[in-house]
Nanobody
Framework: QVQLVESGGGLVQPGGSLRLTCVVS????????MGWYRQAPGKQREMVTI???????TYAASVKGRFTISRDSAKKTMYLQMNSLKPEDTAVYYC?????????YGKGTLVTVSS
């Protein structure tokens, strides 16, 4: 069983930066893809960025060049560095892993971009 815990959300001004952290507990064997998703008020959850077992990264067009995904397998931790934040980045951000064919999400951390 895998559990995910996100942290690092908060209130930031437009143009600012935040780094989100996702700690994975349980076995990481069989994890094919890790990533970050977000859900803004009144909108569906969307993919922000994913990284696969070959370290290949995919970014949503809206965050490309501003957000960076990384991970430290030894620490079973994944990060999302978010720069040049915009009000439209306001959302609950969820850590996700695809393991043995199953999607697992954390409970999310709220990011609010506002002046």
């Amino acid at each position: 069983q895998v559990q995910l815990v996100e942290s690092g959300g908060g209130l930031v001004q437009p143009g600012g930066s935040l780094r989100l952290t996702c700690v994975v507990s349980g076995s990481i064997l069989g994890i094919d893809v890790m990533g970050w998703y977000r859900q803004a008020p009144g909108k569906q959850r969307e993919m922000v960025t994913i990284i696969n077992s070959k370290d290949e990264k995919t970014y949503a067009a809206s965050v490309k060049g501003r957000f960076t995904i990384s991970r430290d397998s030894a620490k079973k931790t994944m990060y999302l560095q978010m720069n040049s934040l915009k009000p439209e980045d306001t959302a609950v951000y969820y850590c996700n892993v695809l393991r043995l064919g199953f999607d697992v999400y954390g409970k999310g951390t709220l990011v609010t971009v506002s002046s």
